[in-house]
């Protein structure tokens, strides 16, 4: 696509449950990054992957946060059992080229999706 | 600790000031990024700087990194309603994902 596309934009959701959020990122693009943006603290990394290697997931907060990239394109994250300090802005982002590259690495994010939890 | 500091937290001029935006670290930076955020809205690249001393403008937005590579500026000349919007400084220190700083919150009043 054009962009990078998430899905939901918003959700509300019960202090519990579980949510799955959509990230379509620009085709042929081989990076793929997940952030998350609370109030007053900036971005935070949460998950990278890189064409066919293990992702790195040291930002991931807990293991109640997993994320899977299928066919090396769409990707979702996945949060269960939310809790409330989960609330957020989660933003994805994409890259032609992954992170080592010279550091000439321009990441293109979605709108975001927010994340709301009761 | 935050590895990219950015000064200040949040800036409120009068439309057609000059403005300056700061981002400092502590380590040498292999790539710094720009990002502007509007409200509901993901990260809009600005400009990328590699080498020390470099500059580089876009329309009234000049970023610079200096020549230790540890701290970039953004100048924003004769600022507009449309300059509006959260600026974010994003970091390069080697083969990890960009690092990002807390953001300034810049509004232009009329």
């Known amino acids: 696509g054009a962009g990078v596309s998430q899905s939901p934009s918003n959700k509300v959701t019960e202090k519990g449950k579980d949510v799955e959020l959509r990230c379509d990122p620009i085709?042929?693009?081989?990076?793929l990054y997940w952030y998350r943006q609370s109030l007053g603290q900036g971005l935070e990394f949460l998950i990278y992957?890189?064409?066919?290697?293990?992702?790195?997931k040291s930002g991931l907060p807990s293991d109640r946060f997993s994320a899977e990239r299928t066919g090396g394109s769409v990707s979702t994250l996945t949060i269960q059992r939310t809790q409330q300090e989960d609330s957020a802005v989660y933003l994805c982002?994409?890259?032609?080229?992954?992170?080592?590259?010279?550091?000439?690495?321009?990441?293109?994010f979605g709108a975001g999706s927010r994340l709301t939890v009761l | 600790s935050q590895e990219l500091e950015q000064s200040p937290q949040s800036l409120i001029v009068q439309e057609g000031k000059n403005l300056t935006i700061n981002c400092t670290s502590s380590?040498?930076?292999?790539?710094l990024y720009w990002y502007k955020q509007k409200y509901g809205e993901g990260l809009i690249f600005l400009m990328m700087?590699?080498?020390?001393?470099e500059e580089k403008s876009h329309e009234k937005i000049t970023a610079k990194l200096d020549e230790k590579k540890q701290q970039s500026s953004l100048h924003i000349t004769a600022s507009q309603p449309s300059h509006a919007g959260i600026y974010l400084c994003?970091?390069?220190?080697?083969?990890?994902?960009?690092?990002f700083g807390k953001g300034t919150r810049l509004s232009v009043i009329a």
């Open positions: 700087l590699q080498k020390g001393g």
């Open positions: 380590k040498t930076l292999y790539g």
């Open positions: 085709s042929g693009h081989t990076a």
């Open positions: 982002a994409s890259s032609l080229v992954g992170q080592g590259a010279g550091g000439a690495n321009v990441l293109t």
């Open positions: 992957f890189q064409g066919n290697s293990a992702p790195d």
């Open positions: 994003g970091a390069a220190f080697g083969n990890t994902p960009l690092v």
